[in-house]
C-alpha cells in the first residue's frame, strides 16, 4: 500500500519561490520512480520532473533551470524547489509514483500511486 501527501503549496507573486513537498509511505521495500506533474483549468496533466530510481531526473522544457527535483536520504520524500516563477506556472501540482523502472519519467500513464495536489498561484 503506497501514500503520497503534497505539501508546501501556495501563492506568491512572479518571480517568487515555492518548495512543494511529498511524503511518501509504503509497506514494502520496493523502490519507486516518483515525479510532479501539474494540471491547470481546462489543461491536460503535465510532467514536470521526474527521478527514477536510479536517480536519473527528467524536466520539462518549460521548467529546465527554474525547477529542481530531489529527494530526501531515504527516498520517502520527494521535494520540488520552484525558482523564477511565472504566472503560467500557476495549476494544481501532484506528486505520483511507481514501482521500478518507468519508461516515459513524464508521461502521467506510467504512475499508478497520486497525491491529492497542493495549489501553486502565481500572480503577476
Known amino acids: 500500500h503506497v501514500q503520497l501527501v503534497e505539501s508546501g503549496g501556495g501563492s506568491v507573486q512572479a518571480g517568487g519561490s515555492l518548495r512543494l513537498s511529498c511524503a511518501l509511505s509504503k509497506s514494502t521495500s520496493s523502490s519507486y520512480s516518483m515525479a510532479w506533474f501539474r494540471q491547470a483549468p481546462g489543461k491536460e496533466r503535465e510532467g514536470v520532473a521526474a527521478?527514477?530510481?536510479?536517480?536519473?531526473?527528467t524536466y520539462a522544457d518549460s521548467v529546465k533551470g527554474r525547477f529542481t527535483i530531489s529527494q530526501g536520504s531515504d527516498k520517502t520524500t520527494l521535494y520540488l524547489q520552484m525558482n523564477s516563477l511565472k504566472p503560467e506556472d500557476t495549476a494544481m501540482y501532484y506528486c505520483a509514483a511507481a514501482s521500478g523502472w518507468v519508461g516515459y519519467p513524464t508521461d502521467p500513464h506510467e504512475y499508478i500511486y497520486w497525491g491529492q495536489g497542493t495549489q501553486v498561484t502565481v500572480s503577476s
Open positions: 527521478i527514477d530510481i536510479g536517480d536519473f531526473i
